[in-house]
Every structure is written in C-alpha cells, then in structure tokens.
C-alpha cells in the first residue's frame, strides 16, 4: 500500500524529531511492505523566515492533498517580536481549522518502565497510568472574538469564548465512542459555575450521554480536575473538555508521566484524515544537541499508521519496539535519571527501528 504523508517539520527539535519518525515508518514500510511518501512543507518560524508568513497556502495545499500530516513543533524566541497574528503558533491554529480538525486526543500513560520518573508518588501512580483527553479544537476562546479598546480603566484586551451546540455534541461524540472501547467513564470539565458557554456544553454533553447508556459520565469543574489529576489520576479514563481547558490539562497531565517527551496527539476530523504531532514544544536550546527525545513523535506516527491508515498490526509494532527499548534499560536525556544507557536522538530512532525489523 502507498501512503501520503505531508510532513511539516517545524522550528527546534521538530526537525530532529520528525526525521527519526519517518525512520521508524520506513522501518514498518520495509516489514509489512508498505511506500510512505513524504512530502515536506514549512509552517511556524520556518516559513516566516522563507516566505515571511507562518503558514503558507502550499502548505495548507499540500496537507490538504495528502492522507495525514505530520508535525513536528514550531515557535521559539527568535519570533517572539512577530506581531501576534502572525506569530508562529498561529500556524497551527490555522491548520486546524483549515483542514477541519476539530478533535484533539492525546493519550497519557506512564510506562511500566518508567514509573520512577513520575513525579507522584508510587502509591498514587499505582501499576500504571492510562487516561486520554479529548479536546475541542476549533472553538472557544482561541477562534473567538478578539481585539482591544479603551475603557474607564485605561487600554484593554478581549477574548469570547463562544460555543456552538454542534461543536459541543461532536466532540461529546467522539469521547463517548473512545469510552466504549476503553473502561466505559467520561469526565465532562467545564466552569459551568461561572461561564455560560461551560453551562451549553454540559448541558449538551447530558444529551449526547443518553445514547450511550453503559457509560458513566461524570461532571467536573475545571479548577477541581485539576486539582484531581494530580490527587487520583487513577480515577480518570476519558476527559472530554474545551479548547482552553485541554490546552491546559493536557500538559499537566503529560508531566504526571514524568516526561512530555514520551506523549503523542492526533487531531482529527470526521473521516480518517489526522494531522499527528508530539506534545512537547520546539525546545530551541536543545536543537541539533542529539538531546531531543523522538518517542512522543514516533508514538504519534504509531496513532497515524492505526487511526488514518487502519493499520493496526503496523501500529502495535511500533510500541511493541517502543516498550522493548525501555524495558531493555535504553534512555534518552530526559528520562534516564541516572539510569540505563543513554543515547541520542538518532540513536533513539535507529535503535526502535531495529527492533521493528528484527
């Protein structure tokens, strides 16, 4: 089979990290007699250099044109002087919402191999950790309203959070399904105390909840799952939550993990088109260093091969190779405190591709 790929490495690690991502698909592609073609686009920082514009039409074009997408990282200080619609994070809300994106999943599991680097305690981490967040990603206060004017108080900025009824239930959707194939939980998190689009989207989310009667759903205020996550993460299974709000839970969850460096995302659209992309930043400093670690990208690749491309045995390969290579005692900079041997990013590639072809 032949696959499509727009590959948008991005600024500072992106690069480093996509590069070993598309080793391991080869790796698959050899195994399982696979062709991924690549095509690469710039967006972020890259582009405002090369085209001063952070996300280009052709890229848009380009992702459009191809079966998935993926994203390495972008943004870093060299922009921070960029006017802020052009800055270049805006590339990635641009593409979200170019390419339809509406649904942002991203898996926290604390390997069993890594459980020593969570920075909760062992009683409260247990024998594992497996949650996902299901973020809206097209909506709310980030493609909302916004400007500035002058008031009473001198000069001020505004930014609307506004939800549609049909945005909250195909969300809602999406977390439902991912339950029903899970442990059959899902935590709505709004501020439906304080905030009228938070009082729509849990109504809303109760409707969608009764056709999906074997799953429990539970309701939280977004100041106490917070607080609850690092409490009794054990007690999580699918959080379904706004742009904002995942933005934020999100990378507090990838933390509890003990790295942001091991936690892949999809962002999807209805049908099977996905742009994949690790959770972590750009991570300028350590650019070009061999200090990045590549895991978060690969798993991501992994979530590519079973969610765009239906390939269920590739993907299962891909973190087979990834559990072997802890549990085998291989470490990157970022997750070996003090122990196993460590290796460099395109060491960290080479060897889980190794292990995919053996």
Same mark, same amino acid.
């Not at 459009?64 to 922009?79: E, F």
């Not at 052009?86 to 809300?93: F, T, V």
């Not at 020593?116 to 493609?143: N, Q």
């Not at 009824?165 to 439906?192: L, N, P, Y």
């Given at each position: 089979?032949?696959?499509k790929i727009?590959v948008?490495?991005?600024?500072?690690?992106g690069?480093?990290?996509?590069g070993?991502?598309i080793r391991?698909l080869?790796a698959?592609?050899?195994?399982?007699g696979?062709?991924?073609?690549?095509?690469?686009?710039?967006?972020?920082?890259? !582009?405002?250099? *090369?085209?001063?514009?952070c996300?280009?039409?052709?890229?848009v074009? #380009?992702?459009r044109?191809a079966d998935? @997408? $993926?994203l390495?990282?972008?943004?870093g200080?060299?922009?921070d002087?960029v006017?802020g619609?052009q800055r270049?994070?805006?590339a990635?809300l641009?593409l979200?919402?170019a390419?339809g994106l509406y649904?942002?999943?991203?898996?926290?599991?604390?390997?069993p191999?890594?459980?020593?680097?969570?920075?909760?305690?062992?009683e409260i981490?247990?024998?594992?950790?497996?949650?996902?967040?299901?973020?809206?990603?097209?909506?709310?206060?980030?493609?909302?309203e916004k400007?500035r004017?002058?008031?009473d108080l001198g000069?001020?900025?505004?930014?609307?959070?506004?939800y549609?009824?049909m945005e909250?239930?195909?969300? !809602?959707?999406? *977390?439902?399904?991912?339950?029903m194939?899970r442990?059959k939980?899902? #935590?709505?998190v709004d501020k439906?105390n @304080? $905030?009228?689009s938070?009082?729509l989207?849990?109504k809303?989310?109760a409707d969608?909840?009764?056709?999906y009667?074997?799953v429990e759903?539970?309701?939280?205020?977004v100041d106490?799952a917070?607080?609850?996550l690092?409490?009794n993460p054990q007690?999580f299974?699918v959080i379904?939550?706004?742009?904002?709000?995942?933005?934020i839970l999100?990378d507090e969850?990838?933390?509890?993990t003990g790295?942001?460096?091991m936690?892949?995302?999809?962002s999807?659209?209805?049908g099977s088109?996905?742009?994949y992309?690790?959770?972590h930043?750009?991570?300028p400093?350590?650019?070009g260093?061999?200090?990045?670690?590549?895991?978060a990208?690969?798993?991501?690749?992994?979530?590519?091969?079973?969610?765009?491309f239906?390939?269920?045995?590739?993907?299962?390969?891909?973190?087979?190779?990834v559990?072997?290579?802890l549990?085998?005692?291989?470490r990157?900079?970022?997750?070996?405190?003090?122990?196993g041997r460590?290796l460099?990013?395109?060491?960290?590639?080479?060897?889980?591709?190794?292990?995919?072809?053996?």
């Amino acid at each position: 089979m032949n696959y499509k790929i727009a590959v948008i490495p991005g600024d500072g690690i992106g690069p480093d990290v996509v590069g070993e991502a598309i080793r391991v698909l080869d790796a698959v592609g050899a195994r399982f007699g696979h062709h991924f073609e690549y095509t690469k686009v710039l967006a972020g920082g890259a !582009a405002i250099d *090369a085209y001063g514009q952070c996300l280009p039409e052709e890229t848009v074009k #380009t992702a459009r044109a191809a079966d998935a @997408v $993926l994203l390495g990282a972008v943004g870093g200080p060299k922009w921070d002087d960029v006017p802020g619609d052009q800055r270049p994070e805006r590339a990635l809300l641009g593409l979200r919402k170019a390419l339809g994106l509406y649904a942002n999943i991203r898996p926290a599991m604390v390997f069993p191999d890594l459980a020593d680097a969570s920075p909760l305690k062992p009683e409260i981490i247990g024998s594992g950790l497996d949650l996902v967040i299901v973020r809206e990603l097209t909506g709310g206060i980030y493609f909302g309203e916004k400007g500035r004017r002058d008031t009473d108080l001198g000069p001020a900025a505004y930014d609307v959070e506004q939800y549609s009824e049909m945005e909250i239930r195909r969300i !809602a959707r999406i *977390a439902f399904d991912m339950a029903m194939k899970r442990r059959k939980k899902v #935590t709505s998190v709004d501020k439906a105390n @304080v $905030l009228e689009s938070s009082r729509l989207w849990r109504k809303t989310v109760a409707d969608v909840s009764k056709d999906y009667p074997e799953v429990e759903l539970d309701n939280l205020y977004v100041d106490n799952a917070s607080m609850q996550l690092v409490r009794n993460p054990q007690q999580f299974d699918v959080i379904l939550t706004s742009n904002l709000f995942g933005d934020i839970l999100s990378d507090e969850a990838s933390q509890i993990t003990g790295s942001i460096g091991m936690l892949p995302s999809a962002s999807l659209t209805d049908g099977s088109f996905g742009m994949y992309e690790p959770v972590h930043g750009s991570a300028p400093d350590i650019a070009g260093t061999g200090k990045a670690n590549p895991i978060a990208t690969i798993l991501s690749a992994a979530m590519m091969l079973r969610d765009t491309f239906g390939l269920l045995d590739e993907a299962d390969a891909v973190e087979k190779a990834v559990d072997q290579f802890l549990h085998d005692g291989f470490r990157t900079a970022d997750i070996a405190r003090g122990q196993g041997r460590v290796l460099s990013t395109r060491e960290t590639g080479e060897k889980i591709a190794a292990f995919i072809g053996a």
